[in-house]
């Protein structure tokens, strides 16, 4: 995990689904967790970022992706 991938995260919209439009960083643990479960995060790039976050919510990291936002 480098700075770029935890800025991507902290930028990139979920681009489907219940929470499409949210940041990754914000979707819910929950959420990740049942792609965990299934097996079924989605492949490449989008994929990678969702298992990191679900990795950095799981340890309770949340914290330092945040600060990383770009205001609009």
Request: net charge positive; glycine share 6%.
């Amino acid at each position: 995990m480098d700075k770029q991938q935890l800025v991507e995260i902290a930028n990139t919209a979920m681009p489907f689904g219940k929470y499409k439009g949210r940041m990754l960083i914000d979707l819910p643990e929950e959420y990740l967790l049942w792609f965990a479960r299934k097996n079924e995060f989605p492949a490449g790039k989008l994929g990678e970022l969702m298992q990191l976050t679900l990795a950095i919510k799981t340890e309770g990291l949340q914290a330092l992706v945040k600060p990383l936002r770009r205001s609009l």
